[in-house]
Antibody, heavy 122, light 107 residues
Framework: EVQVLESGGGLVQPGGSLRLSCAASGFTFHNYGMTWVRQAPGKGLEWVSA????????HYADSVEGRFTISRDNSKNTLFLQMNSLRAEDTAVYYC???????????????WGQGTMVSVSS | DIQLTQSPSFLSASVGDRVTITCRAS??????LAWYQQKPGKAPNLLIYVASTLQSGVPSRFSGSGSGTEFTLTISSLQPEDFATYYC?????????FGGGTKVEIK
């Protein structure tokens, strides 16, 4: 089955760290860029970070630049998001998603996980 | 950064209605716009990419159009399962951005 499955969420204190994982299956992981998107409770979608297929290129939203690090292990078909210096405003469901290239360049997020909840609170 | 403004933010409609949602970009995005549907407690689901191409498996009552900075998502005849929140997204340049969402509710 083609899927991505997030894990690693939980409750953490402000200033703390958390590492999210996203296990991919059913597709050739090392051929696709991957991304993280988050959604705060009752709010809209916010793109967080993206990484190219070979991990050569990474991109971040301004709101997480310098605090979050995206990485991947293509030998284990796994995507990661290391989150440091967490703040209350980072509280959200975090989704990983696969980038599609139907048009020949990145054009959508065509496969999403079910999400993992991160709560930052004292 | 490219800002996406969706309108309306809330829409009340009946089954069978034709519904149109607009997404305006703060600058040109070369047609790299996607639309997603999200139901409560679920992950978003891709409907349309590159402004007008229907994702495999998505019903043909959904369509997308537009170019430059103005784009639309149309549902030709609203079905009960279409009541959800819809988001546009630009993939032309980083940071990738989403519109604020349009919640479609039953009248």
């Amino acid at each position: 089955e083609v899927q991505v499955l997030e894990s690693g969420g939980g409750l953490v204190q402000p200033g703390g760290s958390l590492r999210l994982s996203c296990a991919a299956s059913g597709f050739t992981f090392h051929n696709y860029g991957m991304t993280w998107v988050r959604q705060a409770p009752g709010k809209g979608l916010e793109w967080v970070s993206a990484i190219s297929a070979s991990a050569e290129n990474t991109h971040y939203a301004d709101s997480v630049e310098g605090r979050f690090t995206i990485s991947r292990d293509n030998s284990k078909n796994t995507l990661f998001l290391q989150m440091n210096s967490l703040r209350a405003e980072d509280t959200a469901v975090y989704y990983c998603a696969k980038l599609s290239y139907y048009s020949g360049r990145r054009d959508a997020f065509d496969l999403w996980g079910q999400g993992t909840m991160v709560s930052v609170s004292s | 950064d490219i800002q996406l403004t969706q309108s309306p933010s809330f829409l009340s409609a009946s089954v069978g209605d034709r519904v149109t949602i607009t997404c305006r970009a703060s600058q040109g995005i070369s047609g790299y716009l996607a639309w997603y549907q999200q139901k409560p407690g679920k992950a978003p689901n891709l409907l349309i990419y590159v402004a007008s191409t229907l994702q495999s498996g998505v019903p043909s009552r959904f369509s997308g159009s537009g170019s430059g900075t103005e784009f639309t998502l149309t549902i030709s005849s609203l079905q009960p399962e279409d009541f959800a929140t819809y988001y546009c997204q630009q993939l032309n340049s980083f940071p990738l951005t989403f519109g604020g969402g349009t919640k479609v509710e039953i009248k």
